[in-house]
T-cell receptor, first 119, second 114 residues
C-alpha cells in the first residue's frame, strides 16, 4: 500500500504478557517514529529512527519498552511484562526528510495505530 | 526547551460559525509549527505547517493559522465550521537538533452542532 501500515489494529493482552507491535513505513522513508496516545492525553514521543544512525530512545518510558528497525524498513515495538498503564494507542509515523538548523520541513505520515488494551 | 500548550481541551461551535483553536508554544529557536487533525478511528492528518516563511499559513479544508512571534502563538482558525470538522486537533512544535522530534500538545476536541 501507499501509506504507513500498522499491525495489529487492536491487541488485547493480559497483564504481565509481552506484546509486539509492527510498523511498515512508506517505502523510501528514512525516518520512523513511534508515539503513544493514552486516553485523554496528547501524543507522547517514544522513539525515533533515522537511517543507520543510533535511534533516539529518550521517550521510552521504561526498560520494558524496546524497538528495533531493520535498515529503512519494518519496525517492531516490544513491550515486555505489560502493565495496565501501557494501555494506549501506539502510533507509527514515517517521513522522508530530516530537518536542519532552521527547522524541519518533513511531513509525517501516520499509520492508523494499534489500540493496546492490557487487562 | 520546546513545549506547546493548547489552551482549550474542548471547543463547541455551531455549524457555519467561526472556529478558533488556540495554541501557544515555547521554543529557544525559531520553531517549526504544525496542526494535525485526528478524526475518530483514523490516523493523524497534517492540516498545515509553518516553517519560517509566510506567517499566515493556509491549510486544507479551509483552515489557516497565523504565527505570531510576539505572542508565541499559532492559533488555528476557520471562518465557517462544517459538521465534518468535528475531530481532535493537535498543535505541534518541532524540536530542533539531530533528531527533530515533534512535541504534541494535549489536543482540542472540536464539536460542531447543527
Amino acid at each position: 500500500g501507499a501509506g504507513v501500515s500498522q499491525s495489529p489494529s487492536n491487541k488485547v493482552t493480559e497483564k504481565g504478557k509481552d506484546v509486539e507491535l509492527r510498523c511498515d513505513p512508506i517505502s523510501g522513508h528514512t525516518a520512523l517514529y513511534w508515539y503513544r496516545q493514552r486516553l485523554g492525553q496528547g501524543l507522547e514521543f517514544l522513539i525515533y529512527f533515522q537511517g543507520n544512525s543510533a535511534p533516539d530512545k529518550s521517550g521510552l518510558p521504561s526498560d520494558r519498552f524496546s524497538a528495533e528497525r531493520t535498515g529503512e524498513s519494518v519496525s517492531t515495538l516490544t513491550i515486555q511484562r505489560t502493565q495496565q498503564e501501557d494501555s494506549a494507542v501506539y502510533l507509527c509515523a514515517s517521513s522522508s526528510l530530516v530537518g536542519g538548523v532552521y527547522g524541519t520541513n518533513e511531513k509525517l505520515f501516520f499509520g492508523s495505530g494499534t489500540q493496546l488494551s492490557v487487562l | 526547551a520546546q513545549s506547546v500548550t493548547q489552551l482549550d481541551s474542548h471547543v463547541s461551535v455551531s455549524e457555519g460559525t467561526p472556529v478558533l483553536l488556540r495554541c501557544n508554544y515555547s521554543s529557544s529557536y525559531s520553531p517549526s509549527l504544525f496542526w494535525y487533525v485526528q478524526h475518530p478511528n483514523k490516523g493523524l492528518q497534517l492540516l498545515l505547517k509553518y516553517t519560517s516563511a509566510a506567517t499566515l499559513v493556509k491549510g486544507i479544508n479551509g483552515f489557516e493559522a497565523e504565527f505570531k512571534k510576539s505572542e508565541t502563538s499559532f492559533h488555528l482558525t476557520k471562518p465557517s465550521a462544517h459538521m465534518s470538522d468535528a475531530a481532535e486537533y493537535f498543535c505541534v512544535v518541532s524540536v530542533l537538533g539531530n533528531t527533530d522530534k515533534l512535541i504534541f500538545g494535549t489536543g482540542t476536541r472540536l464539536q460542531v452542532f447543527p
